[in-house]
């Protein structure tokens, strides 16, 4: 069975989700619970460099993620996402809405 690992990081002015393994319907509740919980008081910055396969599940998380980010004005960055992840969100037709980093120095 695919899994999802989730490595939470604390910063100054953002909370970073480190995930490895797929993104799915099946592995996803975790995630999105973090996801909608923190979004709320802090910038979420989600780390795609390790998944492997992202699925409409997973990009609707990544797209409620940035919705509830400018509802409650906070950033939500995408950081390097790998192929199969930056295809999967380039399929939805929105990647220019996303703000994409490379290193969590690029948080504004």
Do not use: C
């Not at 695919?2 to 604390?10: M, N, T």
């Not at 619970?33 to 998944?51: A, G, R």
């Not at 192929?83 to 980093?101: H, L, Q, V």
């Amino acid at each position: 069975m695919e899994q999802l690992s989730i490595k939470e990081k604390v910063g100054t002015n953002y909370v970073m989700y480190e995930l490895s393994g797929s993104l799915n319907s099946y592995t996803s509740s975790e995630f999105q619970e973090k996801v909608y919980e923190n979004i709320k008081s802090t910038s979420v910055v989600v780390d795609l460099s390790q998944i492997i396969s992202i699925d409409s599940t997973g990009v609707g998380i990544i797209m409620a993620g940035f919705n509830d980010g400018l509802e409650y004005n906070h950033k939500f960055y995408l950081m390097n996402p790998s192929p199969s992840a930056r295809t999967a969100i380039e399929d939805t037709g929105f990647i220019s809405i996303f703000e994409f980093i490379h290193s969590v120095t690029e948080i504004v």
